[in-house]
């Protein structure tokens, strides 16, 4: 069902930056300024980390950003630690709300 | 500090209406999306649908016939339900709370998640 795509999987050492790609569409992505990012780490509950396409809420780590470029959004993680390993999901505004398929992340 | 508890059977067969509802704790907020969000054995994250501070409600086009979201403000409550449930709606489901308060800063929380499971 996903009209959004990302990348399986991203690997990165400790310290290093990554940056995960969310593409999309001229009806969704592209768009709106409506693109979430969320971090979940398996058999916990989802957390969201990036909202409107750049801002962070309450509590979300400042070594994440995101930024949009045409139909494609970024989510970059600065400074990566073991913690950050799990899967993160965009999610775009399309009239409704719209996942990624999810990336893997692993800190090597 | 802004929390979420969820609640609602887990097992259900094939035709029956899946129900859960979730309580969320804090605020005030200015505005807030409720929102449930669903994840497959496997699989990744799907988004069923929302409502918000105004009482409006939006949903999956996918599952928008089967779906109702509905909420009793005054308790800060809101609920899924779901008809018709088959087994590709076995999944483990989240409710979540995006709100905002009066200066604008913006807070998310999740419920712990309910396995669903549909077999007859």
New interface residues.
């Given amino acids: 069902q996903s009209a959004v795509t990302q990348p399986a999987s991203v690997s990165g050492s400790p310290g290093q930056s990554i940056t995960i790609s969310c593409s999309g569409t001229s009806s969704d992505v592209g768009s709106y300024n409506l693109v979430s990012w969320y971090q979940h780490h398996p058999g916990k509950a989802p957390q969201l980390i990036i909202y409107e396409v750049n801002k962070r809420p309450s509590g979300a780590s400042n070594r994440f950003s995101g930024s949009k470029s045409g139909n494609t959004a970024s989510l970059t993680i600065s400074g990566l630690q073991a913690e950050d390993e799990a899967d993160y999901y965009c999610s775009s505004y399309a009239g409704f709300w719209v996942f990624g398929g999810g990336t893997k992340l692993t800190v090597l | 500090q802004m929390q979420v508890q969820q609640w609602g059977a887990g097992l259900l067969k094939p035709s029956e209406t899946l129900s859960l509802t979730c309580v969320v704790y804090g605020g005030p907020f200015s505005g807030y999306y409720w929102?449930w969000?669903r994840q497959p054995p496997g699989k990744?994250?799907?988004?069923i649908?929302?409502l918000n501070h105004s009482g409006s409600t939006?949903?999956?086009?996918?599952l928008k016939s089967r779906v109702t979201i509905s909420a009793e403000m005054s308790k800060n409550q809101f609920s899924l339900k779901l008809s018709s449930v088959t087994a590709a709606d076995t999944a483990v489901y989240?409710c979540?709370t995006?709100s905002y308060d009066a200066s604008l800063?913006?807070?998310?929380a999740?419920?712990?998640?309910t396995l669903v499971t549909v077999s007859s």
């Fill in positions: 929102s969000v990744g994250l799907e988004w649908g929302e939006n949903y999956n086009p996918s989240y979540a995006h800063r913006h807070y998310d999740w419920g712990q998640g």
